[in-house]
């Protein structure tokens, strides 16, 4: 039952912004989540992510060529690939496993760089620049983002409520100081790279040199059995 609600909210929630490819893309994988969820349990976000992309192109094949479905798909696919052998890096960190709140800063901070690893290239091509500044104003507006997606939630949930105008200046503010603390960042010395005239090859050699250096990281660091 909560699983359907989730899902009921969501959807309702991508019906209002208007189903951007990445929140649709979210969307998706998390209706695939509950369902397999509710039928076998066994769950697989890598079978998880190919299904949705295979949906959403079904439903509209020029999503392929859509900036937003391009980096919502290349992000969600290195921090899948990633993800676990930073997990492995983490354990072998004392600290980390003393305190919560550097565990969450590890986290996010992880997230966002294996992120932005797939994306660079995509970004550079699409709009000849980068934001050098990724990793503070990830650490900085997560929190914002959060509470903006749980706002919106009880917003629509509670719609009926006499609580709905609180919950809407609540929403209000928590979006204007986000875009504050964007605005705050860029304006940083230095907070774009711009590259002229990045090309396709360029974003696959690109991708081609992050992948090698990943190997020889991930490979140094784990067992030669892996790799086999």
């Excluded at 019906?15 to 039928?39: D, E």
């Excluded at 949705?52 to 999503?63: K, R, Y």
């Excluded at 600290?95 to 994306?119: D, E, K, P």
Aim: aromatic share 14%.
């Amino acid at each position: 039952l909560c699983g359907l609600l989730a899902v009921v909210l969501l959807w309702s929630f991508a019906l209002l912004t208007g189903f951007s490819p990445s929140l649709v893309r979210a969307v998706v994988m998390f209706t695939i989540y509950a369902i397999v969820s509710f039928l076998s349990g066994d769950w697989s976000p890598l079978s998880a992510l190919s299904l949705t992309a295979l949906i959403m192109l079904g439903v509209q094949p020029f999503n392929l060529f859509s900036v937003g479905f391009q980096l919502s798909f290349v992000s969600m696919l290195t921090i899948l690939l990633l993800m676990p052998y930073v997990e492995k890096w983490r354990c072998r960190i004392p600290l980390l496993s003393r305190s919560r709140l550097l565990t969450a800063i590890f986290g996010v901070a992880a997230i966002s760089i294996a992120a932005q690893m797939g994306v660079a290239p995509l970004v550079l091509y699409h709009f000849g620049y980068f934001p050098t500044y990724f990793l503070v104003t990830n650490l900085v507006v997560q929190p914002f983002v959060y509470a903006v997606m749980v706002l919106m939630v009880l917003w629509i949930a509670l719609s009926w409520t006499p609580f709905v105008p609180a919950l809407g200046w609540a929403l209000t503010h928590a979006v204007r100081l986000m875009n504050a603390l964007l605005a705050t960042v860029a304006h940083w010395p230095g907070s774009v790279l711009r590259v002229h005239d990045f090309t396709v090859i360029d974003v696959v050699l690109l991708w081609m040199l992050f992948f090698f250096l990943l190997r020889y990281l991930i490979k140094k660091h784990t067992p030669s059995a892996v790799w086999a």
